[in-house]
């Protein structure tokens, strides 16, 4: 009986030990995403980008030879989701690092927790100015709306474009939509001279808006400044059109969307707007764009063939944590948990990084990266890029 004890012993220890070997032979990275949910058009392809950054990283020897381990949550577009996945990565998966949030909503919430837990977060999406201020656990592979709009708004003065007179229409339901909205293009429009009367609302489930461009169409403005994500975003350009609107639409990054031309249409004839991310620039973004859209295909996506800026942010904040790990000589062993996610914080600190959304990039006081501007004109549901802004110095 004592023989059998001992037997049943020692294969539980030796059981234990295999656990614990496979456990430090892994680096566990936490994805908080949106599949599901109002965010879902822009934000369900940041898997695909964020997968084939791990499967790249795992094939070539992982980080310090350990491989990496990706637990996924989808936070439904909420808020509160991001919240839950932040607390769930920290305390139940032993994550060293978050990619994401998603949103800026979302990171809005989820960005203090992160801060208690002593874990870093770093969004592929999450654009409202300001939102990583006065954290030390929360960084940003992505660039404000309001470095983005204003350089929009400097191409459309150097093209000679007529912007004297504008109207805003935003998505007051929608986080991003409705800061960039209300404080953003008003703030930009008053600093370059531009004349604006009062924004004009929408909820992202109005399925009529006809009365509220009506409003707009009656102050016969030359260009339309629109905060909406691209389903919303769409509503809103027919409607204009089919009401006689002749003039620009302009925005940000918030519905730059390279996937949603379709559901454009003609109507988004001469739209312009900022992207953080080309596709064609280089080799190295042409090559990820190949991959992306070949998974993509093999995953039913078949329709997402050019990656969203969010999501070769997404691919890029794989890499970026690759570099930082490497840097703080990470070994995932949970008994130095705590210690390795603070060495992570610290390695990110005047860090530069290359990737496909940019080279030798920096990163602000504020821990915001800065990266270029790509403005885009749509014609014929076409993207042409017709100016090209650098980033930011830190």
């Known amino acids: ?54 499967s790249e990283i795992n094939a070539s020897g992982g980080i310090n030879g350990k491989q990496i381990k990706l ?36 990171a809005k919430a989820a960005f203090p927790v992160g801060e208690r837990l002593g874990i870093v977060q770093i969004p592929n999406a999450s654009s409202g100015p300001g939102l990583t201020k006065g954290y030390t656990y929360a960084w940003r592979l992505t660039e404000s709306e309001g470095v983005q709009f204003a350089r929009v708004l400097k191409t459309l003065k150097k093209k000679n474009i007529d ?29 370059f001279k531009v004349k604006h009367g009062k924004a004009v609302t929408l909820q992202y489930k109005s399925f009529d808006v006809a009365p509220q461009v009506a409003k707009i169409i009656e102050r016969k403005p030359n260009v339309v400044a629109l905060a909406a994500t691209p389903d919303s975003a769409s509503k809103v350009m027919k409607e204009l059109r ?33 992207a953080g991310f080309w596709w064609d620039k280089n080799d190295k973004t042409r090559a990820f764009t190949k991959k992306f859209a070949a998974e993509n295909a093999k995953r039913g996506l078949s329709e997402k063939k050019i990656p969203h800026h969010t999501d070769a942010q997404g691919y890029d904040i794989v890499y970026l944590l690759k570099q930082a790990m490497e840097k703080a000589n990470v070994t995932g062993d949970k008994g130095k948990l705590k210690a390795e996610r603070t060495a992570i914080r610290d390695a990110l600190k005047g860090i530069r ?42």
């Open 353 to 394: 990084f290359s990737g496909v959304t940019g080279e030798n990039v920096c990163f602000d006081a504020i821990n915001d990266a800065q990266l270029p501007g790509y403005i885009i004109e749509i014609n014929d549901q076409k993207w042409s890029k017709i100016d090209e802004w650098p980033p930011e110095k830190c």
């Open 242 to 274: 089919r009401q006689g609107f002749k003039g620009r639409v302009i925005g940000a990054q918030i519905f730059a969307d390279p996937n949603a031309l379709g559901k454009y249409g003609s109507e988004a004839n001469g739209l312009i707007f900022v």
């Open 1 to 54: 009986m004592f023989k059998i004890f001992m037997s049943t012993a020692l294969a539980a220890v030796v059981s234990l030990s295999v656990g614990f070997a496979k456990a430090a032979d892994q680096v566990v990275i936490g994805l908080s995403m949106v599949k599901t949910g109002f965010l879902k058009t822009p934000g369900e392809a940041t898997e695909t980008a964020v997968d084939i950054a791990v």
């Open 163 to 191: 912007i004297s007179k504008a109207e805003i229409v935003y998505i007051s339901d929608e986080y991003v939509s409705s800061l960039v909205g209300k404080f953003v293009y008003p703030g930009l429009f008053k600093a």
């Open 71 to 106: 637990i996924k949550y989808d936070t439904g577009s909420q808020a509160k989701q991001a919240v839950v996945a932040t607390q769930k990565f920290a305390r139940d998966d032993g994550a060293l690092a978050i990619i994401g949030p998603f949103s800026s909503g979302e």
